[in-house]
């Protein structure tokens, strides 16, 4: 689904990403781990062809992802940023219906299967009853997953995800994970997102890529990633699994 071979991406002077190959099979629910600063967000960013790397490529369904023009792309990938914006004026209705712009023309109406799917993609979410209520109006929590009914409208094969627990209470976290695992599993998406809790990712992710130095540890079966050694290496600090939760300590 996702294929990244030998990528690089620096700011200015400065590398973020150094040779990176990675291949994310389809269906997968993949966490990407790693200490602040290791490029988890610029990887995420360039796989959604919002950064372009200076090495390297990436592919998407075996074709480049280069070949893609924005409205092909917007139908292949969907992307939930860390912290949705507020400073609009548009119900949460309205932007979930933004997720079908890729499949409008231009200046055209949304149409009565568009509206249809608006309301099952909120009611997927729990969010149908916050459809006149506008972002200054909802939480955190509640407004996170409005973005993700909005990707889910999308209908994309891949959703990209920047950290969507991130300042929300812990049963929040868990509802969003939860919500995650169940999409990937009932619609089959590929679901690749940056977490920081590593027992979060351990707990729902059946797949995870960590991160250190520019470049990757370890990718595979989340209990192969998140050995004490890849852990030691790359946060500098010890751990060790008691009862399927990770415990941590200098």
Partial sequence: MIRIEHLSYSFGKQPILND????????SFTALLGPNGCGKTTLLRCIGGLLKPQKGSISLQDRDLRD??????????????????????????????????????????????DRQLVEQCMRQTNTWHLRESFPREMSG?????VMIARALAQSTPIMLLDEPTSNLDIAHQFDIMEMLSNICQRQGKTILLVVHDLNLALRYC?????????????????????????????????????????????
């Fill in 20 to 27: 990176i190959s990675l291949h994310v099979a389809q269906g």
């Fill in 206 to 250: 059946p797949q995870a890529v960590l991160l250190h130095n520019y470049g990757i540890i370890a990718h595979g079966a989340i209990e192969n990633v998140l050995t004490s050694n890849n852990i030691r290496t790359a946060f500098g600090i010890e751990s060790e699994e008691v009862g399927g939760t990770l415990r941590f300590y200098r």
């Fill in 68 to 113: 893609y023009n924005p409205r092909q792309l917007a139908q292949q990938l969907s992307f939930v940023r860390q912290q949705a914006s507020t400073d609009f004026e548009f119900t949460a209705s309205d932007l979930v219906m933004m997720g079908r712009n890729p499949y409008q023309k231009h200046l055209e109406n949304e149409s009565q299967s």
């Fill in 141 to 145: 929590g509640e407004l996170q997953r």
